[in-house]
């Protein structure tokens, strides 16, 4: 069998004369070359007008080059301008400039903020397509890692036990410098210790900076390399983290809203993103599907009565996951009846639990009980309660709104469009830890972290577009825009 052993190296080549034959006509580089040219860059805040000084390269030069690296899995600055060089998407793409990486890395940093705003101009274009109804939204998160290692994670103790020892090796650099200057032989070793005695110094500043971080936001621990990141614990382990919200629409699984947060937990973030996904959507959801882990009825009181919230309780999920559960005994609080009119509830036996007050703790749950001599005489004491003064039942000042979720996410049609919620919801932090290779930021700071993810949303939809109406539709699309 013969071997092929290509051209030689000294022979004239035979690449096409004009750039632009470099690509085919659906190639999805012109996706997003088009996608670009489409975007309002005065609304991003990026201004187009030469300005007198040296020379820079032009700013949507720059930006499809992030945009479009970003979305192969190119994400490095060094990797952006070797691609400049030796890519023939890029080359097309850039009109052969070759900025080197101190150049995008200046770029990304100082135009972080209007980079941000690309995915809001994104959602109104797949809206204006049609390709985005916001009727049904589903909200998720997933932990990203931060770029930032656990042993930079202090707590206030850590900070206060660090700082001492700072202190007493500053007194001793000290010490020394102040030997060293009276010796006319130690001059090299004076300079030597006063730098180090700066750096010290600088190291003090920062861990104080830390420790008024901790104590303004009553944090338990600061990582000194990223204060924004957080410890958190995931799949792969605990480290330092971002919580990654990502709001998708129903229709395609476009991503209408994604943002980073410092927070460990999705407890607290429902009202934010629905509110932030109906700011570049333009209309409110009818819709809001999200897992167990947002349940907060403080937050979903709030929620707009019109927008119906599928979402099971903490109980229900846990009976999706353990089907075979032993089913509730007789005396559970769900046979125990509340009379509102009275604020009373009523056992199954028909004795009165009344109102005793609210728990010191956790004020929104209020405590019935019912007398110690009715529970005693009662012939279900011991297997109803064991306790002396008589039966609790726990009444959460949000009950009215935990039953109506739980009615809601029970019926057929909650059921059915919690189905689809992991197709649509979990698709895009899939996209983008395997196929993008983002499980990890390269950013610091929640501010920058926010770019990347603001980029990354915007990699994702695009690629959806490409795959939903094709790259030769899409391209007259954002044309006509």
């Given at each position: 069998?013969?071997?092929?052993?290509?051209?030689?190296?000294?022979?004239?080549?035979?690449?096409?004369?004009?750039?632009?034959?470099?690509?085919?006509?659906?190639?999805?580089?012109?996706?997003?070359?088009?996608?670009?040219?489409?975007?309002?860059?005065?609304?991003?805040?990026?201004?187009?007008?030469?300005?007198?000084g040296a020379e820079r390269f032009d700013p949507v030069k720059m930006l499809k080059l992030i945009i479009y690296g970003y979305s192969?899995?190119?994400?490095?600055?060094?990797?952006?301008?070797?691609?400049?060089?030796?890519?023939?998407?890029?080359?097309?793409?850039?009109?052969?400039?070759?900025?080197?990486?101190?150049?995008?890395?200046?770029?990304?940093?100082?135009?972080?903020?209007?980079?941000?705003?690309?995915?809001?101009?994104?959602?109104?274009?797949?809206?204006?397509?049609?390709?985005?109804?916001?009727?049904?939204?589903?909200?998720?998160?997933?932990?990203?890692?931060?770029?930032?290692?656990?042993?930079?994670?202090?707590?206030?103790?850590?900070?206060?036990?660090?700082?001492?020892?700072?202190?007493?090796?500053?007194?001793?650099?000290?010490?020394?410098?102040?030997?060293?200057?009276?010796?006319?032989?130690?001059?090299?070793?004076?300079?030597?210790?006063?730098?180090?005695?700066?750096?010290?110094?600088?190291?003090?500043?920062?861990?104080?900076?830390?420790?008024?971080?901790?104590?303004?936001?009553?944090?338990?621990?600061?990582?000194?390399?990223?204060?924004?990141?957080?410890?958190?614990?995931?799949?792969?382990?605990?480290?330092?983290?971002?919580?990654?919200?990502?709001?998708?629409?129903?229709?395609?699984?476009?991503?209408?809203?994604?943002?980073?947060?410092?927070?460990?937990?999705?407890?607290?973030?429902?009202?934010?993103?629905?509110?932030?996904?109906?700011?570049?959507?333009?209309?409110?959801?009818?819709?809001?599907?999200?897992?167990?882990?947002?349940?907060?009825?403080?937050?979903?009181?709030?929620?707009?009565?019109?927008?119906?919230?599928?979402?099971?309780?903490?109980?229900?999920?846990?009976?999706?996951?353990?089907?075979?559960?032993?089913?509730?005994?007789?005396?559970?609080?769900?046979?125990?009846?509340?009379?509102?009119?009275?604020?009373?509830?009523?056992?199954?036996?028909?004795?009165?639990?009344?109102?005793?007050?609210?728990?010191?703790?956790?004020?929104?749950?209020?405590?019935?009980?019912?007398?110690?001599?009715?529970?005693?005489?009662?012939?279900?004491?011991?297997?109803?309660?064991?306790?002396?003064?008589?039966?609790?039942?726990?009444?959460?000042?949000?009950?009215?709104?935990?039953?109506?979720?739980?009615?809601?996410?029970?019926?057929?049609?909650?059921?059915?469009?919690?189905?689809?919620?992991?197709?649509?919801?979990?698709?895009?932090?899939?996209?983008?830890?395997?196929?993008?290779?983002?499980?990890?930021?390269?950013?610091?700071?929640?501010?920058?972290?926010?770019?990347?993810?603001?980029?990354?949303?915007?990699?994702?939809?695009?690629?959806?577009?490409?795959?939903?109406?094709?790259?030769?539709?899409?391209?007259?699309?954002?044309?006509?825009?």
């Amino acid at each position: 069998m013969a071997f092929k052993f290509g051209e030689n190296r000294d022979q004239t080549t035979f690449l096409p004369p004009v750039i632009d034959n470099y690509v085919g006509p659906n190639d999805p580089v012109r996706v997003y070359d088009a996608f670009v040219n489409a975007l309002d860059f005065y609304e991003l805040g990026i201004s187009l007008v030469p300005q007198a000084g040296a020379e820079r390269f032009d700013p949507v030069k720059m930006l499809k080059l992030i945009i479009y690296g970003y979305s192969y899995g190119d994400r490095s600055s060094r990797k952006l301008e070797r691609a400049c060089r030796h890519n023939l998407s890029y080359m097309w793409l850039m009109n052969s400039l070759q900025p080197d990486y101190r150049t995008i890395i200046r770029f990304r940093s100082d135009y972080k903020d209007a980079i941000k705003k690309v995915l809001k101009q994104c959602v109104r274009m797949c809206v204006k397509m049609d390709l985005i109804e916001g009727n049904t939204l589903f909200v998720d998160g997933s932990k990203f890692r931060a770029n930032a290692s656990l042993k930079h994670n202090f707590s206030r103790e850590d900070i206060e036990k660090e700082l001492v020892k700072i202190e007493e090796h500053i007194d001793d650099l000290m010490a020394e410098a102040e030997h060293l200057d009276q010796s006319e032989d130690g001059l090299p070793s004076l300079a030597e210790t006063r730098e180090q005695i700066t750096d010290r110094q600088q190291l003090a500043d920062c861990m104080k900076d830390c420790l008024r971080q901790i104590r303004s936001e009553n944090r338990p621990s600061i990582n000194r390399v990223d204060p924004d990141c957080i410890k958190s614990k995931s799949r792969q382990g605990t480290h330092a983290m971002y919580n990654v919200q990502s709001v998708t629409d129903d229709k395609h699984g476009l991503i209408v809203h994604a943002q980073a947060v410092s927070e460990s937990n999705d407890n607290n973030q429902l009202t934010s993103q629905l509110k932030a996904a109906v700011e570049n959507t333009g209309k409110p959801p009818k819709v809001a599907c999200t897992d167990a882990g947002y349940f907060n009825p403080a937050q979903t009181k709030d929620i707009d009565e019109d927008i119906m919230v599928v979402m099971p309780s903490p109980q229900q999920a846990h009976e999706d996951k353990n089907p075979d559960k032993t089913p509730p005994g007789p005396f559970d609080k769900s046979h125990f009846q509340y009379d509102k009119e009275q604020d009373v509830y009523i056992c199954p036996e028909g004795k009165i639990l009344k109102h005793q007050g609210v728990d010191s703790e956790r004020p929104h749950r209020h405590i019935y009980q019912a007398t110690a001599a009715e529970c005693n005489r009662c012939p279900h004491h011991g297997v109803c309660t064991s306790g002396r003064s008589g039966r609790k039942v726990i009444r959460s000042e949000y009950e009215g709104i935990i039953r109506r979720q739980e009615e809601v996410y029970a019926s057929e049609h909650g059921q059915a469009i919690y189905k689809r919620r992991k197709q649509r919801a979990e698709h895009p932090f899939g996209h983008w830890k395997r196929n993008l290779r983002a499980g990890q930021f390269l950013l610091r700071g929640r501010a920058k972290v926010n770019t990347e993810v603001s980029v990354l949303a915007t990699c994702f939809n695009i690629a959806r577009m490409i795959t939903i109406i094709g790259a030769t539709k899409l391209i007259a699309e954002f044309r006509g825009t």
